[in-house]
């Protein structure tokens, strides 16, 4: 499905499909970018606070510029579809929790779905398979805001930029680590691969 817009084709591209969770992405993105009067981080002018690891996180690095690389996009793993953006250059902050119950796929859809991921599917169950989600995407696209998410200014520390470390080498396996992301063991320092984690913790 095209939209004849320039960075859609660019997520597109970077992610490799269209899927209804890029589109997921791409609405956030665009929603932050706005509320902001965000351009394109070169650099690390915004951040982003992304609580999963799914499809829309590359629409949003390829539209925000926010990547783990530069430091500026941060992951919290809480399985939702939460994002949080802040801009270093006016201090706001944003909140944007994406309405669940818009991105429930009918049954029909999922039973195709299931087809198509375990290869069953027909030409014919792809053909609406494919037909089913790309009037889906439309839909997420040309929603109004407030229907597709709950939108929040919110307090936000702005996190320091990112820093270089050096890196050091562990006694045990021989390989180089983050100096930060080190530990020492016995007199030694030892990667997190290489430390055995001492705890006597029980679960109940």
């Known amino acids: 499905m095209s939209l004849g817009n320039a960075d859609w084709e ?6 490799g499909h269209i899927c209804i969770g890029l589109t997921i992405g791409y609405r956030v ?52 579809n939460v994002y949080t953006f802040g801009s270093r250059n006016s201090g706001k902050a944003l909140r944007i929790s994406v309405n669940g119950d818009i ?21 014919a169950d792809r053909a609406e398979y494919e037909r089913l989600r790309d009037r889906k995407m439309k839909d997420l696209f040309n929603m ?4 597709f998410a709950v939108v929040k200014e919110v307090d936000f520390a702005v996190p320091g930029k990112a ?5 050091v080498k562990c006694s045990s396996c021989g390989e180089y680590a ?27």
């Open 144 to 147: 109004p805001v407030d229907k």
């Open 29 to 80: 993105a665009q929603i932050a970018l706005a509320a902001l009067q965000e351009q394109r981080a070169a650099d690390e002018e915004m951040i982003a606070i992304v609580e999963n690891d799914a499809c829309g996180i590359d629409a949003i690095m390829v539209l925000t510029g926010c990547t783990p690389g530069k430091g500026n996009l941060i992951f919290r793993n809480t399985g939702k």
């Open 103 to 123: 991105l429930q796929s009918s049954p029909e859809m999922r039973a195709l779905q299931r087809k198509v991921i375990e290869g069953s599917a027909t030409a």
């Open 178 to 204: 983050m100096e930060p992301r080190t530990r020492n063991q016995n007199g030694k320092v030892v990667c997190l691969d290489c430390f055995d984690d001492y705890s006597r913790t029980i679960k109940l």
């Open 10 to 15: 660019r997520a597109a591209a970077f992610h």
């Open 163 to 167: 820093r270089l470390f050096s890196s």
